[in-house]
């Protein structure tokens, strides 16, 4: 029994390296068609990236509020029982 439990392990081994070299590869290739997107579109990338970025001065204090209220709210829920569906 200890050979046979031996042999799914081993199995189980090279299932999960299968697995991997595929994500791994995915990933790869992902990552060279986000590359490619990037240098396609240039500069008007940094346009729609960066707008979300800028803030201005009360703005940025507004956003910083909802920031830290919805982490208190993370928070004060992760201890609860209630089950939450995204």
């Known amino acids: ?9 081993e199995e189980t081994v090279t ?4 697995t991997v ?3 791994t590869d995915e990933l790869v290739e ?4 986000l590359h ?3 240098d396609h579109l240039g500069s ?10 800028i803030v201005d001065g009360d703005a940025g204090a507004s ?6 209220e919805s982490e208190s709210n993370d928070e004060e829920s992760a201890g609860s ?3 939450i569906v995204a």
Do not use: F
């Open 30 to 33: 992902t990552k060279e068609r």
């Open 63 to 68: 956003t910083d509020a909802e920031a830290k």
């Open 36 to 38: 490619a997107v990037e």
């Open 81 to 83: 029982d209630e089950i």
């Open 1 to 9: 029994m200890s050979g046979n439990r031996v042999e799914e392990l």
């Open 15 to 18: 299932e999960l390296q299968a």
């Open 44 to 53: 008007d990338l940094d346009d729609v990236v960066g707008s979300s970025d």
């Open 21 to 23: 070299a595929g994500l």
